[in-house]
């Protein structure tokens, strides 16, 4: 193969593995939306518990791997399997379980965008002059305290979180601590909503994921909010007063 036909195929490899993400995101949202659903966890809720007591192992191993996939390729039920965590697993396991699925399909989904398009983009950011070199400065200077935010505040979608970072040029290392450590507050509440959904499929009731925005819970969240977007607020004081 002579560098002629290497330089024709390389930029199909390198999008090729977001483009695979982008299609198995949209056909997702329009065939899986009926089958990960609570009503499909309800109705097979007794096979699943007899199948963790019998091979926790396999069953563990099982829901972080499902719980990977939809989160790596953006399909639809994110909210669903990390509720099954706390009712499969507990509040303790079932979080680590959560957020350990979560992390690696976030990293998949950045590391796609960062091989494809955010390759291209970083370059083109790093070489730009004016507002676009203005935009790439300010978020290096605050890259942490930013990608903190967007893991924290409850109104960013999670795919976005994972694919604007890599889209810009973000470091791999900070978006992995910064992932891990942003989602636990969040990966806690739908844990502990899991916790109780036996008694609440009981009842004839659906989960209430309204939780997250009760005052006793959003309060904290927001407060973690308010410390990382700090250095932003400290640094953009300190710049007044030098002007």
Not at 66 to 75: E, K, N, P
Not at 136 to 149: A, K, P
Not at 205 to 230: F, H, T, Y
Request: hydrophobic share 55%; net charge neutral.
């Amino acid at each position: 193969m002579d560098n002629a036909e290497q330089q024709a195929k390389s930029p199909f490899l390198r999008h090729a593995p977001l483009a695979a993400i982008l299609t198995a995101a949209i056909l997702g949202y329009f065939t899986l939306g009926d089958y990960i659903s609570f009503d499909t966890l309800h109705d097979n809720r007794e096979a699943l518990l007899a199948f963790r007591d019998s091979h926790f192992a396999l069953m563990a191993l099982g829901f972080v791997s499902v719980y990977f996939v939809i989160v790596a390729f953006s399909l639809p039920g994110a909210a669903v399997a990390s509720v099954t965590g706390g009712f499969l697993f507990g509040l303790a396991t079932g979080t680590v379980f959560n957020v350990l699925a979560a992390s690696l399909g976030a990293f998949a989904i950045f590391l796609a965008a960062r091989w494809g398009l955010g390759r291209a983009l970083a370059a083109r950011l790093e070489a730009s002059d004016g507002t676009l070199r203005k935009i790439r400065d300010g978020l290096q200077e605050h890259e942490i305290s930013v990608l903190l935010l967007m893991r924290l505040v409850p109104v960013v979608p999670f795919f976005v979180a994972n694919l604007l970072p890599a889209l810009v040029g973000v470091r791999f290392a900070n978006f992995a601590w910064t992932t891990v450590l942003g989602i636990i507050p969040g990966g806690i509440v739908f844990t502990w909503i899991g916790v109780g959904l036996g008694e609440v499929f009981d009842r004839g009731e659906r989960p209430d994921l309204s939780l997250l925005w009760e005052p006793q819970v959003i309060g904290p969240i927001l407060g973690l909010c308010v410390l990382a977007a700090l250095p932003i607020v400290i640094k953009m004081i300190r710049g007044k007063k030098d002007f």
